[in-house]
């Protein structure tokens, strides 16, 4: 049994979703249902859930400031949140589960089950990289979280040569020669890393532009990255390839 607590400025939102969890997911138990970020922390620290359910935006204290506030995050954590298609990126880019109101009960189990699965606690990176995601966009993040079968892999950007599609795998190909297995698939990775230098050439492949050392002309062509691999251009992406290669092409 999962013990869990709800902390949501809503008395609504915590009430339909101790009624879901109550009919969709048996392995979880709600101890405590907190409506600040006051009654959060002495409950937190009071009754140490498995699991919290933390609504972003309260009045007073935040999502975020409750967090900053615990000496350690030693629980799982599903965020609860209203916010738009730009904070969903945010979500992704850290790797951190969440939940968009009003609550699906597919999304709800799928979390849980991730839980259940997974069994590891958010770092506190994961949590700085969805704070700045969230709070400061003007301000590009130099790290991205990648979500493995063996854990979490933070990873500088600029280490990333290629990304290839495997079924419902993406391979991450960095610079150190390492590659990367990731439960991801490329499409997500492809919305993480579509506003830095990285574009899809090919339903398989997603590339960094600045590790391109030469494209080679065909239907589509082909491209040579910095470590010498070699990556097929779709004959419709071909375009567009070129004219970020070549900004000033007329």
Same mark, same amino acid.
């Given at each position: ?45 009071? !009754? ?56 699906? !009960? ?11 699965? !997974?069994?590891? !606690? ?129």
């Amino acid at each position: 049994m999962i013990e869990t607590i709800i902390v949501d400025d809503e008395p609504y939102c915590c009430e339909s979703l101790v009624t879901m969890l109550g009919r969709y997911c048996p392995e979880v138990k709600v101890i405590d249902v907190c409506n600040s970020g006051d009654c959060a922390l002495k409950m937190i620290q009071k !009754r140490t859930p498995q699991l919290l359910f933390l609504d972003i935006e309260m009045p007073q204290m935040n999502g975020f400031e409750l967090l900053e506030k615990l000496p350690e995050i030693n629980f799982e954590l599903i965020f609860t949140t209203s916010y738009d298609q730009y904070a969903i990126k945010a979500f992704r880019f850290s790797a951190l589960d969440y939940l968009l109101k009003p609550i699906d !009960r597919e999304e709800l189990e799928q979390a849980v089950q991730k839980v259940i699965n !997974r069994n590891q !606690r958010p770092s506190p990176q994961q949590i700085d990289l969805l704070f700045q995601k969230l709070h400061k966009p003007i301000v590009k993040i130099n790290k991205i979280a990648i979500p493995t079968v063996e854990g979490l892999h933070l990873l500088p950007i600029e280490s990333i040569i290629s990304c290839t599609s495997e079924s419902n795998y993406t391979i991450l190909k960095l610079k150190d020669s390492q590659k990367i297995v990731t439960t991801r698939i490329l499409k997500e990775i492809q919305e993480m890393l579509e506003e830095y230098s990285f574009l899809r050439v090919h339903n398989s492949y997603l590339i960094n532009l600045n590790e391109v050392v030469k494209y080679i002309k065909g239907e589509g062509g082909h491209l040579i990255m910095s470590d010498g691999s070699a990556i097929d251009v779709s004959r419709s992406r071909k375009e567009m390839l070129l004219k970020r290669l070549q900004p000033n092409r007329n």
